[in-house]
């Protein structure tokens, strides 16, 4: 599985504006339903709460990895927003969350969808991916450097 096969460069938010989790997750859903209408944005946001309220996706290091499935969704699909400023998204070490991977799987897709929570987890530990994608200056470089890591992983 490659990443680029479920981001959309339109997808991509190379400036995150919220300071709430919700906010965040609110901004990484909206650009999906942009392109996807089927998307019921509301329902989709009660989903990804209710994921967060069972423990959050912030892995550590400065990423989360917010994911949910829905009935309204045919294929696997990602966006992908980066916060300069960074926000406490209760991650697992304690560090403000700044990288955040949002997926969104069919209903029933249990392999596919632990496939790509997998695939995004491995990318994201590379802290020279973490560190060019902080520096980054728009969507298409955030892509390419998908593109690199896809390559790579």
Same mark, same amino acid.
């Given at each position: 599985m490659k990443i680029?096969?479920?981001?959309?460069?339109?997808?991509?938010?190379?400036?995150?504006?919220?300071?709430?989790?919700?906010?965040i997750l609110r901004?990484?859903?909206?650009?999906?339903?942009?392109?996807?209408?089927?998307?019921?944005?509301?329902?989709m946001m009660e989903?990804?709460?209710?994921?967060?309220?069972l423990g959050s996706? #912030? !892995?550590?290091?400065?990423?989360a990895i917010p994911h949910g499935?829905?009935?309204?969704? $045919?294929? *696997?699909?990602?966006?992908?927003?980066?916060s300069l400023t960074g926000l406490d998204f209760q991650s697992m070490d304690g560090k403000p969350t700044h990288l955040f991977f949002l997926l969104v799987a069919p209903e029933n897709s249990? #392999? !596919?969808h632990l496939k790509a929570l997998a695939k995004i987890s491995r990318l994201?530990?590379? $802290?020279? *991916?973490?560190?060019r994608l902080m520096e980054a200056k728009s969507a298409e470089?955030?892509?390419?450097?998908?593109?690199?890591g896809d390559e790579k992983y």
């Open positions: 680029l096969d479920i981001l959309d460069k339109r997808m991509i938010i190379p400036q995150l504006t919220s300071t709430s989790k919700e906010g901004e990484l859903v909206r650009v999906l339903t942009r392109v996807e209408k089927q998307i019921d944005e509301e329902r989903i990804l709460l209710e994921r967060e309220s996706t #912030g !892995i550590g290091e400065g990423v499935k829905s009935k309204d969704v $045919q294929k *696997l699909l990602a966006s992908f927003g980066r249990a #392999g !596919i994201m530990k590379d $802290q020279s *991916l973490r560190k470089e955030i892509y390419a450097l998908f593109s690199e």
